[in-house]
Each structure stands twice: as structure tokens, then as C-alpha cells.
Nanobody, 122 residues
Framework: QVQLVESGGGLVQPGGSLRLSCVAS????????MSWFRQAPGKPRELVAD???????YYADSVKGRFTISRDNFKNAVYLQMNSLKPEDTAVYFC????????????????WGQGTQVTVSS
């Protein structure tokens, strides 16, 4: 049994900041990469940021310079620091992780978190 749990979402005014957290639990042997996606009403889900096992990172153009992704391998966690938030950042944010797990045998599996709502409004 493997689970991803997000936290840290909420309501914030434009220009404000939020820090999202995602913690993985279960029979995890290793995590190859962890990502943050978001989905706004009426829009497809999009990749916001990604971080690999060697801490190499990727950011969508819309969030470069404002968002920072990081990971804590000891805690099996990934974080998204969001600064200078804009109304267009409003969406449900999802954690995604590609992991090597142990269930009867060693397997490579990808998992989604349940999502956390971020609302940027005055």
C-alpha cells in the first residue's frame, strides 16, 4: 500500500505565498522523480514543476521565478514554495511520484495524490 498526501492549500490574496507539501508512505524502496501538476476549471491538467532523483528541476514558463520545487529524500516528501501568487494560479494542485515499491515483488509504479485546492483572490 502506497499513498501520497498533499497539504498546504488554501485561500490567499494576489501577491501572497503558500507552501505545498506532499508526503509518500508505504513500502517504498526509492523515488525516481516527483512532480506537481495543477488543473483549473475547464482546463486540462498541466505540469507545473518536476524534480528528479539528483534534484534536477523543471518549471513551466508560467511559474518560473515564482515557484520553487524541492525534495527531502529522508522523509519521502516533495514541496512547492509558491510566491507572488496570481489569480491565474488558482487550481487544484496534485502531487505525482514515480517510485520503486515492494508489493510481493519489486515494482516500478506511479501514484497521484488526491489534490489540494489553491485559490488566489482579493
Amino acid at each position: 500500500q502506497v499513498q501520497l498526501v498533499e497539504s498546504g492549500g488554501g485561500l490567499v490574496q494576489p501577491g501572497g505565498s503558500l507552501r505545498l507539501s506532499c508526503v509518500a508512505s508505504g513500502s517504498i524502496i526509492g523515488i525516481n522523480s516527483m512532480s506537481w501538476f495543477r488543473q483549473a476549471p475547464g482546463k486540462p491538467r498541466e505540469l507545473v514543476a518536476d524534480i528528479g532523483s539528483s534534484s534536477n528541476t523543471y518549471y513551466a514558463d508560467s511559474v518560473k521565478g515564482r515557484f520553487t520545487i524541492s525534495r527531502d529524500n529522508f522523509k519521502n516528501a516533495v514541496y512547492l514554495q509558491m510566491n507572488s501568487l496570481k489569480p491565474e494560479d488558482t487550481a487544484v494542485y496534485f502531487c505525482y511520484a514515480d517510485m520503486k515499491i515492494l508489493y510481493l515483488e519489486v515494482q516500478n509504479r506511479a501514484y497521484w495524490g488526491q489534490g489540494t485546492q489553491v485559490t488566489v483572490s482579493s
